[in-house]
C-alpha cells in the first residue's frame, strides 16, 4: 500500500507542472495547390443541339444514369476535375417536351436555394452571350455543397442546367482557391457554347 501511495504522490508531483503551461494551437494550414495551365478543347455530342470548350486538364463523362434509372435525356454530361475532386453535373432539357421555359427556370432556382441553410449568400448574375445563349450563374457563398450553379438557355428550345460539386466536406476558405480556378473555365464554356439548331 506504501508504494502504491508513492507512486501515485510521484505521478501527481511531476503532472502538476505540465498543467501551468498554455497551449498554442497551430494556425490552420492548407495545402500548397498546383494549377494546371489553361488549354481548351472542344466537345461536339452526336446527336446533341449544343458544343462548347472545356479544359483539357478535365474529361467529360456522359450521364447514362440518374438514381439507378436511365437519365430522362441522352444529352445529358459530367465534366470530372479529378486534380480537384470536383464534378460539374450538367442535364439537358428541350423546352416544350412537357417543359417551359419558366418551370425550368423555376426548377433550376429551387435547386440552388436549397442550399441557402449552409451558404453565407447567392447571388446571381444574369448570362447574356452573341452566341445567344441566356441563363444566370449563381455563386453560392460559405460552406454550401455546391458553389457554382447556373443553366444557360437559347429561351425557345434548349435548356441546360449545371451544378459544381466537390467529393469531400464543403470547406468555403480552403477550397475558394479552386472555385475560382474553375468558375474561369466555367465562364469560357458560357462563352463558347453555341446551339446547332
Known amino acids: 500500500m506504501i508504494k502504491f501511495k508513492s507512486i501515485f504522490y510521484s505521478i501527481i508531483i511531476i503532472a502538476l507542472p505540465a498543467c501551468n503551461q498554455t497551449y498554442t494551437p497551430k494556425p490552420r494550414d492548407y495545402p500548397d495547390i498546383k494549377f494546371p495551365e489553361k488549354a481548351y478543347q472542344t466537345y461536339r455530342p452526336v446527336n446533341c443541339p449544343y458544343s462548347f470548350e472545356y479544359p483539357d486538364y478535365a474529361y467529360i463523362e456522359r450521364d447514362t ?3 439507378g434509372q436511365p437519365t430522362e435525356n441522352p444529352c445529358w454530361f459530367n465534366i470530372k476535375f479529378p486534380q480537384f475532386n470536383a464534378t ?25 436555394f436549397k442550399h441557402a441553410e449552409k451558404a453565407d449568400y447567392i447571388e446571381p ?4 452571350t452573341p452566341n445567344h445563349v441566356y441563363g444566370l450563374i449563381y455563386d453560392v457563398g460559405g460552406n454550401a455543397a455546391s458553389s457554382i450553379q447556373f443553366f444557360l438557355t437559347d429561351t425557345t428550345k434548349n435548356f441546360l442546367r449545371a451544378a459544381l460539386y466537390f467529393h469531400e466536406e464543403p470547406n468555403a476558405d480552403s477550397l475558394a482557391p479552386v472555385v475560382q480556378f474553375i468558375n474561369q473555365d466555367i465562364m469560357h464554356l458560357i462563352e463558347t457554347l453555341q446551339w446547332k439548331n
Open 65 to 67: 444514369f440518374f438514381f
Open 88 to 112: 460539374l453535373y450538367f442535364s439537358y432539357k428541350v423546352i416544350g417536351a412537357g417543359y417551359t421555359m419558366r418551370s425550368l427556370s423555376e426548377d433550376a432556382y429551387e435547386l440552388t
Open 125 to 128: 448574375k444574369a448570362i447574356e
